[in-house]
Structures are given as C-alpha cells and as structure tokens.
C-alpha cells in the first residue's frame, strides 16, 4: 500500500553500517536503474575462499581529506552504461543503507563519481516496493548541519604540509584536472590550479618572474604538473620553460612536450629508439602523392592532420582515388599531412599504456563504434581493461623514455607484423582509463613528484 512506502525527496542523506560510513548525501533517481557509490582505490581479493573487494571513498563532496577504507563482499561484476553513453565494467556488492528510521539491503556498483554532483545514487532496483519520490522536495528524513557533517568525520582532517604543487592547464572543471588536484591533496600537498591564460611573464636575465591575475607573483611553487591542450601548446611550453627557470620541477619538461606534440618529428625520434610505427609518408607537394600512396602499401590508407588530436583531422581513404581526393584537399589548405598504412587486422581497436616514472601503472583496450576506425574515447569508443604483453609494456616505457616524458599516454596498435606505435601523448586523459581499470593514476603522477622530493606522504583516516 502507499501509506507503508517510505516518501524521500530528490536527495537525501544516507548511512552505511556495515560499510562504517555515518552519513553520505545521496541523489535519489528513478531514472537510474542500478545504484552506485562513489570509490576509488578499489581492489578485489579472496577471504575465506570468497570473492570481497575493498576500496577507499571520500563520503563529502569536495573534501578529499575524509577517507574511509571499506571492504565488501563481491557479488557481481557487471558493465554499466553512464548517463554520457560511456560504457564501464563496475564490481557489485550489496550492504545495508538506513534512511531515516528505515533500513534494508541494496545492490551497489562501485565506481569513481568525482566529476559528478553526488557521491551516491539511489537508483530505481534499490527502491522498487518500498521508495516513493516527490522531486521537488529534498531532505524529507534528514537534514544534518556541518557541524554534525564534521563531526562524524573528526580526525580525517589535517593540517596541509608537503609540497606547493600548480596544476598548469585550462579547464578546472576537466575530470583528469579535477583528479590530479584531488588526489593531490588527499595526499597531504597544498594544490593550486593556474589557468595557462591568465598567466604571464617577465623575462629577466637576473630575476626572471610568472605572475597571474590580479598582479600576483608565482614565485613558491615545488612543482608543476602541465596539462597543455594541443590548441594553447606554444605558450604552455613558454610557461613551463619559465618555471623551469625558476628552478621548479616540472612532471612532463617543456622540451618533451613540444616534442612529443611535432608528430612528424616525434615518430623521426621513435624510430631512431628502435621502435616500430605503422608505415609512413609524408610530403609538401600535392605532386608526389601518387608515389606517396604507393609507399605506404597504397589504399586503404589513413590520412592524419599533424595538428589533429583526439582523433580529429584524420581520415581513412578506402580507395586511391579516395587517398588522393583527401591528400590534394589537405594540401590546398596549406597544412602539414601524414599518410599511414591502414592496420586491418586490428579491427578499429588500439591500447592506450599509460606510463608514469618509466612504469605501466594501466593499459586499456580502446574499441571504435561499428563502423568507425578510430578507437578515441571522445568520439564514442569503449574501454575495457587488457592486459599488455611484455612486448608491449616494453615498447610504452621505452617510447615514454625516447620521448623524456614522465606521464605519457602510449597508443599502441596489434598487427600482423607485431605491436606497433601510434603515438605518444603528454597530457594523457584520466577519465576512461581510471573508470575502465578503477586504479588511482592521479595519484600515480603525485607519488612521481613525491620521489622527485624523495618524500613519502601520508593522509590519515577515521576507521
């Protein structure tokens, strides 16, 4: 009957008892089938011959100091559609949640929901026969002030000590961005985000300077970490040379990333290492592109915009008569091309190794939507954990080593002929290799900072 059913707003506060979390604000969707709470850190192991999983979370929105370490039992794993049509595979436990004076077992998937409003979600499995929801109400059960908020997570706090650290980049609102200054801080740093765009310069042979808006001198930082889109990488590279000569130390060098984003020049530096790319042509004159089809094996064939990122400016021409249409149109436009051998046999998927401090900290396999070629994330493509051959991490560290990156993205394509090279990214993203592989590279890139201080930092956390 109705009047027996439980009436929750839109949002409420939850508890988890068997998980000792006290309180966590939850967004109750009926939209949503599957619910989900935030984890980071997870890590599945046996006890008892059974399969249980455990994880850290961070209950309160935009507080990385209290942490809680949970362990559950794992009931399932199973793949999960986002609401941006990203497509992850979760671990499922099940645990008890209390919701005013009610309480009763739920499934919950476990994943990263940094980047999203809630850090819990009540989906329409969990309320089925016992929820109904009026959305425009909140906090029908409960409402606790922050000092009580505060109070179930005293000791979680304190005091920040460490490093000085600048986030270099554009977006504060990117996730790979919103991650790194997390994780940053979690690990006891005081974090700064610093818009490339509001920063600028004094170039002095005695007292060089970087100030940012407002007139205010850049003058105490341990470290930088630069996130450089490609659209801004001539200043980006400018500002990093500028800390370099203030003697801070920065993750990825000026040098390697404006290597690492000349891709004509950087593929040049990948073969001199003894590392195998697909084959490649490239020209300035619309006349040689008969030959240069033939070079690379003729048709199909893969046209790329050195300028291009993300999969954007790069173009299969399935025919030659296709090739030579897309390379003349290319360069009318006066733009610098490359022309590659199409790799069939890897059927529109590649592996993208993400290397921090000479290590493969996560690999995934990336896969293109049918009919598609490129396997990008941002252009609709899954992610799947995989694990690389030796061969492969080999080639990732080593491509990492030739191109002087500390963090690098490596693409690597599986061919007839072996593994083979696709690119090297400096400012790797986070999002669908941290959702795919629930591993923690955000904080991969602080420990490397961290060693470069030859430091070891600790947060602490109320059990």
């Known amino acids: 009957m109705l009047s027996q059913k439980l009436i929750l707003g839109c949002e409420e506060w939850c508890t988890f008892p068997d998980l000792n979390i006290p309180i966590i604000k939850a967004r109750v969707d009926s939209g949503a089938k599957t619910s989900a709470l935030h984890a980071v850190n997870i890590s599945p192991f046996i006890r008892d011959n059974e399969n249980w999983v455990k994880f850290d979370i961070n209950p309160i929105q935009n507080n990385t100091r209290a942490v809680k370490h949970c362990e559950a039992k794992l009931i399932d794993k199973r793949v999960v559609k986002s609401s941006s049509g990203y497509r992850e595979q979760r671990f499922v436990i099940q645990t008890e949640v209390k919701i005013g004076d009610d309480s009763w077992t739920i499934e919950m998937t476990l994943t990263n929901r940094d980047s999203m409003g809630f850090r819990m979600l009540l989906g329409r499995e969990a309320m089925s026969g016992r929820v109904l929801v009026d959305p425009e109400q909140k906090y029908l059960l409960d409402q606790p002030s922050p000092e009580t908020i505060k109070s179930f997570y005293q000791g979680s706090e304190e005091p920040k000590s460490g ?255 072996g593994p083979l090279l696709l690119e090297v990214n400096s400012s790797p993203g986070l999002e669908g290799i941290e959702g795919a592989t629930h591993k923690d590279i955000a904080g991969e890139m602080i420990r490397a900072i961290e060693k470069n201080f030859k430091i070891k930092t600790t947060f602490k956390t109320n059990e």
């Open 163 to 417: 490093l000085r650290i600048g986030l270099l980049a554009s977006n504060p609102e990117l996730y790979s961005n919103k991650r790194i200054m997390e994780a940053g801080e979690m690990r006891g740093h005081e974090m700064f985000f610093l818009n490339i765009k509001e920063c600028y310069m004094k170039l002095d042979a005695t007292k060089p300077e970087i100030h940012y808006r407002g007139g205010k001198v850049l003058d105490n930082f341990d470290a930088i970490i630069p996130r450089i889109r490609p659209s801004i990488t001539f200043y980006g590279c400018a500002l990093t040379r500028q800390f370099e000569a203030l003697k801070v130390f920065c993750l990825n060098s000026s040098a390697a990333i404006t290597q690492s984003r000349d891709k004509l020049y950087s593929l040049q530096l990948l073969l001199n290492h003894g590392i195998d790319i697909p084959t490649t042509g490239f020209a300035n004159s619309p006349l040689d592109t008969d030959d240069l089809i033939k070079m690379v094996g003729g048709s199909p064939l893969i046209v790329k915009l050195l300028e291009g990122t993300q999969g954007k400016g790069v173009v299969l021409a399935e025919t030659k008569k296709a090739a030579e249409s897309v390379i003349n149109a290319f360069k009318s436009l006066n733009v610098n091309i490359l022309v590659q051998e199409f790799i069939k046999e890897a059927n529109g998927k590649d592996l993208r190794l993400f290397v921090v401090d000479g290590k493969v900290v996560a690999t995934i396999q990336r896969e293109a939507l049918p009919g598609e070629f490129r396997a990008n994330i941002h252009l609709g493509g899954s992610a799947s954990i995989i694990k690389p051959t030796i061969e492969e991490k080999r080639i990732a560290i080593k491509a990492a080593k030739a191109m002087d990156l500390k963090v690098a993205g490596v693409d690597i394509i599986r061919s007839s002929k």
